[in-house]
């Protein structure tokens, strides 16, 4: 099945800086690449997401970038602020499987706590 | 309606108890989710529903009983769990985008101990 490794762990940054999560996932067969951030007590929400048929995608202070060769995807936030504060985890799904009905879950990265610190 | 609603928020049951968790979204989805997350770490899925029909079982113990009722409901069933089992059950759903369900959207989840 599909494995995916986050890097770092735990990510301290001094507010105004970028903050960069690395990931990667062995599977070939997946396609679709979101991140999500969970704030404590929280639902994850999702705040970026690519397919592989784009290398990059930007939305105002977030991206992400994939590598497909690589098989590897990061998600860059500029110009941090407090309420980045929070834990982002990746997460990759696999394309259609046969009887799957073009369903299938998110295997996800063991996540980042981020820290923005003022 | 843009969300997705589970009720109840929080449960506490003991190990003979029979409970349910129930999911309901009204965005039009025909994929939905249960996936379970304990204390720092990530969710994991549980179950998938394609159309309302079980796609996907991720080897989950019979003490988990899933159902869908229909397109906009989602129920798990909990009988005989065990401690280990106390965790924040979530449930999601997929909006279809060229034939595949991708996007998934998350309900609040349950949180639930089991004594």
Same mark, same amino acid.
């Given at each position: 099945?599909?494995?995916?490794?986050?890097?770092?762990? &735990?990510?301290?940054?001094?507010?105004?800086?970028?903050?960069?999560?690395?990931? &990667?996932?062995?599977?070939?067969?997946?396609?679709?690449?979101?991140?999500?951030?969970?704030?404590?007590?929280?639902?994850? *929400?999702?705040?970026?997401?690519?397919?592989?048929?784009?290398?990059?995608?930007?939305?105002?202070?977030?991206?992400?970038?994939?590598?497909? &060769?690589?098989?590897?995807?990061?998600?860059?936030? &500029?110009?941090? *602020?407090?309420?980045?504060?929070?834990?982002?985890?990746?997460?990759?799904?696999? =394309?259609? *499987?046969? =009887?799957?009905? =073009?369903?299938?879950?998110?295997?996800?990265?063991?996540?980042?706590?981020?820290?923005?610190?003022? | 309606?843009?969300?997705?609603?589970?009720?109840?928020?929080?449960?506490? /049951?003991?190990?003979?108890?029979?409970?349910?968790?129930?999911?309901?979204?009204? /965005?039009?989805?025909?994929? /939905? %989710?249960?996936?379970?997350?304990?204390?720092?770490?990530?969710?994991?899925?549980?179950?998938? %529903?394609?159309?309302?029909?079980?796609?996907?079982?991720?080897?989950?113990?019979?003490?988990?009983?899933?159902?869908?009722?229909?397109?906009?409901?989602?129920?798990?069933? +909990?009988? #005989?769990?065990?401690?280990?089992?106390?965790? +924040?059950?979530?449930? #999601?759903?997929?909006?279809?985008?060229?034939?595949?369900?991708?996007?998934?959207?998350?309900?609040?989840?349950?949180?639930?101990?089991?004594?």
């Amino acid at each position: 099945g599909e494995n995916v490794e986050q890097h770092p762990s &735990t990510l301290s940054v001094q507010e105004g800086d970028s903050a960069v999560i690395k990931c &990667t996932y062995s599977d070939s067969a997946s396609n679709y690449f979101p991140w999500y951030k969970q704030e404590l007590g929280k639902r994850p *929400q999702l705040i970026i997401d690519i397919r592989s048929n784009v290398g990059e995608k930007k939305d105002q202070r977030i991206a992400v970038t994939l590598n497909k &060769t690589a098989k590897h995807f990061s998600l860059h936030i &500029t110009e941090t *602020q407090p309420e980045d504060s929070a834990v982002y985890f990746c997460a990759a799904k696999r =394309g259609p *499987q046969v =009887g799957g009905g =073009g369903a299938d879950g998110l295997t996800f990265g063991k996540g980042t706590h981020l820290i923005i610190q003022p | 309606d843009t969300e997705v609603t589970q009720t109840p928020k929080h449960l506490v /049951m003991g190990m003979t108890n029979k409970k349910s968790l129930k999911c309901e979204q009204h /965005m039009g989805h025909r994929a /939905m %989710y249960w996936y379970k997350q304990k204390a720092k770490k990530p969710p994991e899925l549980m179950f998938v %529903y394609s159309y309302e029909k079980l796609s996907i079982n991720e080897s989950v113990p019979s003490r988990f009983s899933p159902e869908c009722p229909n397109s906009s409901l989602l129920n798990l069933h +909990l009988h #005989a769990l065990q401690p280990e089992d106390s965790a +924040l059950y979530l449930c #999601a759903s997929s909006v279809e985008i060229a034939g595949y369900q991708e996007t998934q959207y998350f309900g609040p989840g349950t949180r639930l101990l089991v004594l």
